[in-house]
């Protein structure tokens, strides 16, 4: 993409978000924990499903520390309301691994690759959304944008293991107001995906 047509999508993403926006209890928090939970709690599941249980795990758990000395039965039953039982195991591993070198969840790309659990959109949504540091996101919100809006394609499956996709998103994320952008992406995406006359109405030229 030319610089001037990257500019209009991020100008008409943002002015689009700005009607659009979705509103949850994790977001512009700016709290890594929370950013945390939430993803975790994401994965393959939709953002009103999640909303009752994200808000009752931050009230037992409220932080890292708190969730790092939880019993995994007590934290099993929450997420047997929103299923993929295996991610009550998955996030307090991951609060024990950090609680063991750190007070809190890093801050840097390499600090928070490293651990078991948290792979490559995980640990950019933190950056992100809980550090506010310039990373992009790619999910199969962000990449049906990219398919449907900008024509990009992938021909990997799944496509996220694609590498160029993400530099390629790496290099169409602004300077600033990267965290709206980046969550105007994913409301964009799931909007794409509700309906077909969003696509019709949405034209970046």
């Not at 300077?175 to 696509?199: H, I, W």
């Amino acid at each position: 993409m030319e610089d001037s047509e990257i500019a209009i999508f991020q100008s008409v993403l943002l002015e689009w978000y700005s009607r659009n926006k979705r509103t949850f209890p994790w977001r512009y928090t700016y709290n890594p924990y929370y950013v945390l939970v939430s993803e975790i709690m994401l994965q393959q599941t939709g953002a009103k499903q999640v909303v009752q249980v994200y808000n009752d795990f931050i009230d037992k758990y409220p932080t890292l520390r708190h969730l790092s000395e939880a019993l995994y039965d007590d934290v099993l039953i929450l997420f047997d309301r929103i299923g993929l039982r295996y991610r009550a195991e998955r996030i307090i591993n991951i609060a024990k691994e950090i609680m063991k070198s750190n007070t809190d969840i890093p801050s840097t790309r390499e600090g928070l690759i490293s651990i078991k659990g948290i792979g490559k959109y995980t640990c950019n949504a933190i950056l992100c959304f809980g550090y506010s540091q310039p990373y992009a996101i790619v999910d199969t919100n962000v990449i049906r944008v990219f398919d449907r809006i900008l024509d990009y394609k992938t021909r990997l499956q799944p496509p996220h293991t694609d590498k160029d996709i993400w530099k390629f998103a790496q290099s169409i994320l602004p300077e600033k107001d990267f965290v709206d952008y980046n969550y105007a992406l994913l409301d964009l995406g799931t909007a794409l995906r509700n309906s077909n006359e969003v696509e019709k109405k949405f034209n970046f030229y």
